[in-house]
């Protein structure tokens, strides 16, 4: 087990998983991480991203979106991306304090259609995070197919 010393801790299994998958970092940054994942007997080869958004969001965080569309244009495989995005798309997502802002809930949702991103439906409660009379929905998965 291999550790990537980011400013979140990702613990990644850098050349197998029991001898079964090869996973491989392709990209990294503070606050993601890109892999290809493949069986090593063949098979088909995906990618996933893990994200930790910054919370602040009143530029919508330009360089981790940029860095986000970079990798997009890249996938022409299956790709799965999930985590903690700091972005909404839909202004229920967010209860407390302000409400969302309207333009950078497009610009997420620009995003996933410019790659063909289709959100994984997650399962649980309505809000991932609280603190301070705030709840909001902010841990999402999305995959291109």
């Not at 919508?60 to 995005?85: A, E, K, R, Y």
């Amino acid at each position: 087990m291999v550790s990537i010393n980011l400013d979140i801790k990702f613990w990644l299994v850098s050349t197998s998983i029991s001898g079964v998958l090869d996973v491989n970092v392709v990209v990294h940054s503070p606050k993601m991480v890109h892999v290809s994942i493949q069986n090593k007997s063949g098979g088909c080869r995906w990618f996933m991203t893990t994200v930790d958004g910054d919370p602040v969001r009143t530029s919508f965080n330009q360089q981790f979106w940029f860095d986000l569309t970079n990798i997009g244009l890249s996938m022409q495989d299956p790709w799965m991306l999930v985590g903690d995005f700091n972005a909404y798309l839909h202004p229920n997502e967010k209860k407390g304090m302000s409400d969302p802002n309207i333009s950078s809930i497009n610009q997420f949702e620009k995003f996933l259609d410019d790659y063909c991103l289709m959100d994984l439906n997650f399962q649980g409660p309505c809000y991932t995070w609280e603190a301070r009379g705030v709840t909001e929905r902010l841990d999402m998965a999305f995959s291109n197919s």
